[in-house]
């Protein structure tokens, strides 16, 4: 395959969390409106194989790609800006290196040589790093190092960077480090000698910065760009401002004002043309003039990290700009949700979704408040374990199976009405052995969800290793609560609704990996327009009152 790609890195310094996938996504919407085919990879540090056995309080949400792969939630940002589907070849960690050279190496193709950080894992990192590149798919590749220069787990990925540029030549390959230009208010002025030290360091591996990013909270006057572009060697239209936004959808535009895209396409020796985000900004646009609010509960045990649910939130603004409403997502923690406080808890909320996740703790809340919702009639949305609690709720509190339960946390439960998944029973390790990516699903005929999706089947992402227990269905179904969406190859339970309640669905997969800014996910849109007509329900039961 022949490297036809053109390369940008982006580096990080000073301090983690300055938004580097943010930027790369916004260069790449920029790249991509000027009609380049762009994709965004990141590289991680750590050694972990994935992120799929990190804690969510650790590392944030694991997002799931359509080919199955466990990946850094940055990747979920690519999608939501660029509308385009990543895959595996999206996110390297170390841990995924070091696997191949180590697997390499017991079966003898280093012949027998020291294995070493050079040549070994850099070349392992620079062929990970030009896979997509090299499929002809591409115009321009972005590559994020996660982490700051400095750091002992970044030193591989800068060296291979140092490598990378000079094999690809002049032209070829660029440099962007995001930095940090503090203000400090006791002195009244902001401060380069972060920045220059962060590019020093960088410098140091063998690699020059060719366009700084700065985040700063006040503008940057021209004579600080000046400095900055003296002592960093670079020139001064180079030295771009990324002032903090109200939102992460303004970066583009100010990316734009900045002229990122066109000092980036200036160095790559390409075409520079005026962008068309005019569909942007018109979703910007609904985003900031919403005409409506609701206030929707997550239900969630990871809800003091709002990076654990960063995909939901995400979807939310997606249908809230599609219903011109602005959604006021409030968290609650399952772990406090109990029958008697639970009307306090909820009682004024428009909507519930009760969010994913793994293990027994806050369970018992969670089925509390569907039982709520259920029967006070909240517009519902139940999502992987959201959906299981709400099959739970209704087996124990409607057809009266009393210790009904999912096997994950009661093994011992005779009455099993979520159970281990067959394929999963013989399986001992955790990391990427779950039920992962893309898997059709038929929807039935005069259902809510069919309604909703416009289809008759649907492929979604999921992320699981438990499902509903068939041996139940017809249980259930008698009863009012319908399987609406199947696998046509299994006959697992996708989706599951109860047609007399005004919107109560849950579903087994995760529509939230699928929401972008372009195609807000249908299933978030329809939620939140029954929220809004449960807000205006209650709004015009209180005038009756009065």
Same mark, same amino acid.
């Given at each position: 395959?022949?490297?036809?790609? *053109?390369?940008?890195?982006? !580096?990080?310094?000073?301090?983690?969390? #300055?938004?580097?996938?943010?930027?790369?996504?916004?260069?790449?919407?920029?790249?991509?409106?000027?009609?380049?085919?762009? !994709?965004?990879? *990141?590289?991680? &540090?750590?050694?972990?194989?994935?992120?799929?056995?990190?804690?969510?309080?650790?590392?944030?949400?694991?997002?799931?790609?359509?080919?199955?792969?466990?990946?850094?939630?940055?990747?979920?940002?690519?999608? =939501?800006? #660029?509308?385009?589907? !990543?895959?595996?070849?999206?996110?390297?960690?170390?841990?995924?290196?070091?696997?191949?050279?180590?697997?390499?190496?017991?079966?003898?193709?280093f012949l027998g040589k020291t294995v070493q950080v050079v040549p070994h894992i850099t070349d392992e990192i620079k062929e990970r790093i030009q896979i997509l590149g090299k499929s002809g798919d591409y115009d321009i590749v972005i590559t994020e190092i996660g982490g700051t220069v400095g750091d002992i787990e970044s030193l591989p990925y800068i060296e291979a960077v140092r490598q990378l540029r000079w094999d690809l030549g002049e032209n070829n390959g660029i440099v962007i480090h995001l930095t940090l230009v503090p203000?400090?208010?006791?002195?009244?002025? #902001?401060?380069?000698?972060?920045?220059?030290?962060? /590019?020093?360091?960088?410098?140091?591996?063998?690699?020059?910065?060719?366009?700084?990013?700065? =985040?700063?909270?006040?503008?940057? &006057?021209?004579?600080?760009?000046? *400095?900055?572009?003296?002592?960093?060697? /670079?020139?001064?239209?180079?030295?771009?401002?990324?002032? +903090?936004?109200?939102?992460?959808?303004?970066? &583009?535009?100010?990316?734009?004002?900045?002229?990122?895209?066109?000092?980036?396409?200036?160095?790559?020796?390409?075409?520079?043309?005026?962008? +068309?985000?005019?569909?942007?900004?018109?979703?910007?646009?609904?985003?900031?003039? &919403?005409?409506s609010e609701v206030t929707i509960g997550l239900i969630g045990k990871y809800v003091e990290l709002q990076d654990s649910y960063k995909s939901i939130l995400e979807a939310f603004i997606h249908a809230g700009a599609e219903n011109e409403v602005k959604v006021k997502v409030e968290s609650v923690h399952s772990e406090y949700i109990n029958k008697d406080n639970v009307h306090l808890k909820l009682g004024h909320l428009d909507g519930v979704l009760v969010a994913p996740g793994f293990g027994e703790r806050g369970i018992d809340g969670k089925i509390d408040a569907v039982q709520y919702v259920r029967e006070n009639n909240v517009p519902f949305l139940g999502i992987c374990l959201g959906m299981q609690m709400a099959v739970i709720e209704f087996a124990r509190n409607v057809l009266g199976i009393k210790d009904a339960a999912s096997s994950e946390m009661n093994s011992d439960t005779k009455n099993a009405v979520i159970d281990l998944m067959e394929d999963q029973k013989t399986i001992t390790d955790k990391g990427g052995t779950m039920r992962l990516g893309a898997w059709d699903c038929d929807l039935k005929l005069g259902s809510a969800i069919r309604d909703i999706y416009k289809s008759e089947s649907i492929s979604e992402r999921h992320r699981h290793r438990y499902e509903f227990n068939g041996d139940y269905k017809a249980q259930m179904e008698a009863a009012g609560m319908q399987a609406t969406g199947l696998n046509p190859d299994t006959g697992l339970v996708e989706i599951v609704e109860i047609p007399t309640h005004p919107w109560f669905i849950g579903v087994q997969y995760h529509p939230e990996y699928k929401s972008t800014v372009a195609n807000p996910h249908p299933l978030f849109v329809a939620f939140v327009k029954a929220a809004l007509l449960h807000s205006r329900g209650k709004r015009s039961a209180t005038m009756a009152k009065k």
């Open positions: 395959m022949t490297n036809t790609a *053109k390369y940008i890195f982006v !580096t990080g310094g000073v301090t983690s969390s #300055l938004g580097k996938g943010i930027i790369a996504a916004s260069l790449a919407k920029l790249l991509q409106a000027q009609g380049y085919r762009v !994709t965004i990879q *990141k590289l991680d &540090p750590y050694i972990n194989v994935d992120p799929g056995t990190l804690n969510p309080y650790e590392h944030g949400e694991c997002y799931v790609t359509e080919d199955g792969a466990e990946t850094d939630l940055d990747l979920g940002h690519y999608e =939501r800006f #660029l509308n385009r589907a !990543t895959s595996q070849a999206n996110n390297v960690t170390t841990g995924r290196i070091y696997q191949s050279v180590i697997d390499k190496e017991r079966r003898g193709e203000f400090l208010s006791a002195a009244g002025e #902001l401060k380069t000698k972060p920045t220059q030290h962060s /590019v020093k360091t960088l410098m140091e591996s063998g690699v020059q910065a060719d366009i700084l990013v700065c =985040r700063t909270e006040h503008n940057l &006057p021209k004579d600080l760009r000046r *400095k900055l572009a003296l002592f960093c060697n /670079v020139k001064e239209n180079a030295v771009i401002q990324s002032i +903090d936004a109200s939102t992460i959808y303004d970066v &583009p535009n100010l990316m734009l004002d900045e002229g990122l895209d066109k000092v980036v396409l200036e160095k790559l020796n390409l075409k520079s043309d005026t962008p +068309d985000i005019e569909r942007w900004n018109q979703f910007v646009h609904r985003h900031k003039n &919403p005409k």
